[in-house]
């Protein structure tokens, strides 16, 4: 293959990692009416779309309350933020969170003054690894944050169970998981990813199975008067009209956003579904050696997929991906470096024991495609060129 020919195909790969674009398309008219039912309005910020929008998450979660966000990693601070607010948590106390996540997730944390104290990975899951929680707990553990990484739902009877006999607070990063059950009830008794502890935090980056066109996120509860803390500390601080009872901060979830969102929420089962399939076909079908495949089971709701990740142990990912993406494969590497690993926590020495397997997984990890106008034809096709290549 010449350089010209590879320089062309790797600007157009026939399967492209994710095409927004494609994503959009089939309710793209209905994204245009809703656009313009907020145009015509005349209501840019709150109002009837953003209610609605919170209803109709609510109801989708399993919780009592929704309250819209500027955007995922706001919804996760402010939540801890209000615990603060609310006594329920002080500065300095700590919070369990997986090694293995997107650094959102911790620095939510740090930004509420609290301490993260990162418990390595499971290598079957690449979730949290919950047998390895309790040996991390300490007399300043106040929470536990499970995150449900790539869409797998991370709750099981050993979180439950340290929750409620310490006493500890749940949030659940639940950013990329919307529309996930557990096979475990929470701690309210729901099965629903987003209710199983006190609070959630859900993000609609535009790449998550359900996304905005553009930043949006949202909280979960069914404690009003979290939401209600949570909601004014999002709107500066303010409980009514130039009145601010907290320092807040400017996080409010945008009416063109919410009214983008309730089109695409109402597709959610749908698009999940697809992802399952998805994700199926590639399970039957890559066979190699050198690749390790994330877990699967016969549930369509227990991971919803909103990445499929494999672990390439050969020599060379680096090397596994180019030649993927010459054969027209796109790829991604969620995640390349561990939050306790990034410049601005290794000087903290953020980690208190060695974190093997959440620094195996970022070595290891290949993102391949999953999303946007793949068929399940596709997916198996890209299996089979994975299954060929010579590295």
């Known amino acids: 293959m010449s350089n010209s020919s590879k320089c062309s195909e790797e600007q157009s790969p026939r399967y492209p990692f994710l095409d927004l674009a494609a994503v959009n398309a089939p309710c793209a008219g ?10 015509e309005s005349g209501r840019y910020i709150g109002g009837e779309e953003v209610e609605a929008f919170e209803g109709e998450l609510a109801a989708l979660a399993g919780t009592d309350c929704a309250v819209g966000t500027g955007n995922g990693y706001d919804a996760l601070r402010l ?11 002080q500065p300095g106390d700590e919070v369990i969170v997986p090694a293995h996540t997107f650094i959102a997730s911790v620095l939510a944390v740090s930004d509420a003054s609290l301490v993260p104290v990162p418990v390595d990975a499971d290598p079957l899951t690449m979730n949290l690894d919950t047998s390895l929680v309790e040996a991390a707990l300490t007399s300043r553990t106040r929470a536990i944050m ?52 006190h609070a959630s935090a859900i993000s609609f980056y535009p790449t998550k199975n359900v996304g905005a066109l553009g930043d949006a996120g949202a909280v979960l509860t069914s404690d009003r008067e979290l939401a209600a803390t949570v909601r004014a500390l999002a709107n500066y601080g303010s ?50 050696a050198d690749l390790v495949r994330p877990l699967m089971s016969d549930s369509v ?37 561990p939050p306790h690993l990034q410049p601005c926590y290794a000087r903290r020495q953020l980690a208190r ?39």
């Open 146 to 197: 499970p995150v449900h990484l790539y869409g797998r739902v991370c709750w099981d009877d050993t979180l439950a169970s340290l929750a409620a006999s310490r006493g500890l607070l749940v949030v659940e990063d639940c950013a990329q998981a919307i529309g996930a059950r557990s096979a475990v009830a929470g701690l309210s008794g729901s099965c629903r990813a987003g209710a199983l502890g």
């Open 353 to 391: 024991t060695p974190l093997p397997v959440a620094e195996s997984i970022c070595r290891q990890a290949v993102s391949l495609p999953i999303a946007g106008a793949l068929t399940v034809a596709d997916t198996a096709a890209i299996a089979r060129i994975i299954n060929d290549l010579e590295i």
């Open 79 to 89: 939540i801890l933020r209000a615990w603060v607010e609310m006594g329920r948590l």
């Open 301 to 337: 709701t227990d991971c919803v997929w909103h990445q499929y990740v494999v672990r390439f142990t050969g020599p060379s990912r680096d090397l596994f991906r180019r030649r993927l993406l010459e054969a027209g494969v796109a790829t991604d590497v969620h995640y390349p470096v």
């Open 239 to 288: 409980d009514r009209r130039y009145h601010n009872i907290y320092a807040g901060v400017n996080s409010r979830l945008d009416p063109i956003q919410a009214a983008m969102l309730r089109v695409k929420l109402s597709c959610v089962a749908e698009e999940n579904a697809a992802r399952f399939a998805r994700a199926m076909a590639y399970e039957r079908t890559i066979c190699r």
């Open 30 to 39: 209905r994204l245009a009416e809703a656009a313009c039912r907020v145009i």
